[in-house]
């Protein structure tokens, strides 16, 4: 096995050990395999950005991680940028870069900073991705100010994260009250017996106070797609079925939450927003 595999898998571990108190290294491992492997589209979120043409202009990932998102779109030649504050993140992609004998002026696509201060001037990119990374930034409002400074006149931003109005906390893996008092959480996580440093590198973010903070700006149209597929998914019930309103809207929210009404998964949010 390779360097770098097995550097990301330690550190994997290593770090769900000491911020979440994930003990089973076997899930280190498997989550590896999957972040190494960078000539798959993981997620699928290439094929959005693809299928609008997105891919044709700048782009920025911002808190890139590991970098899967990122290789994949170098290796089909997109002009793709990652910035990441994790200094093991940096030397790992930067270590496979070598390992790989991927180009060298990849490296310069590698940025080490963080969202509260991006280190590009305004209006850089024309297409923006934050993958899961918002509830980790210690200041929303300033690191969601900064991405739109940043973002072209005209561009696209596209923002996915958990929405902490859930009974489910994704990074503990553990059922959690919506929006659960830090001090409370603090004693939960004590009695349950999991490190409790977790809760420092989390924000709880929700659609709701994203798309307040954003509707500060007139030169954005800003798109709940979570909410836009859950109305598709009650007018199909609808229309279909010829269900009253009310019955297609409690069916839809079953389909669709299932797995968060059995404290198995969180919402996500789902938020694009076009620039005029």
């Known amino acids: ?148 400074r940043v973002l072209k006149v005209g561009g696209k931003m596209k923002i996915q994260a958990p929405d902490y109005n859930s009974f489910y906390e994704p990074h503990y893996l553990l059922p959690f009250l919506p929006k659960m008092n830090k001090k409370l959480a603090f004693l939960y996580l004590k009695l349950l017996g999991n490190p409790t440093i977790g809760l420092d590198t989390l924000t709880w973010t929700t659609s709701d106070v994203i798309i307040k903070y954003l509707s500060n700006y007139n030169n954005l149209e800003i798109i709940n797609l979570s909410a836009k597929y859950k109305n598709s998914k009650i007018m199909y019930i609808h229309n279909k079925y010829k269900l009253p309103m009310f019955f297609s809207i409690i069916i839809a929210n079953l389909m669709y939450f299932r797995r968060v009404y059995t404290f198995r998964a969180e919402k996500q949010i789902n938020i694009i927003e076009p620039s005029e």
């Open 1 to 148: 096995m390779n360097k770098t595999k097995l550097f990301l898998e330690e550190n994997l571990y290593q770090e769900g050990l000491k911020y979440f108190g994930h003990k089973n290294r076997k899930l280190a491992i498997e989550i590896a395999d999957i972040w190494h492997d960078d000539k798959q589209n993981l997620n699928g979120r290439w094929n959005e950005i693809e299928k609008y043409d997105d891919h044709k202009g700048k782009i920025l990932d911002m808190a890139c991680g590991v970098g899967t998102f990122l290789f994949y779109g170098l290796h089909k030649g997109y002009d793709v940028y990652g910035i990441e504050p994790e200094n093991w993140k940096l030397q790992y992609m930067n270590n496979k870069i070598d390992e790989y004998n991927y180009p060298q002026e990849w490296k310069k696509k590698i940025i080490k900073g963080i969202g509260e201060r991006l280190p590009f001037q305004n209006e850089t990119f024309d297409y923006i991705g934050t993958y899961q990374t918002l509830e980790h930034v210690q200041n929303l409002e300033i690191c969601l100010n900064e991405l739109v």
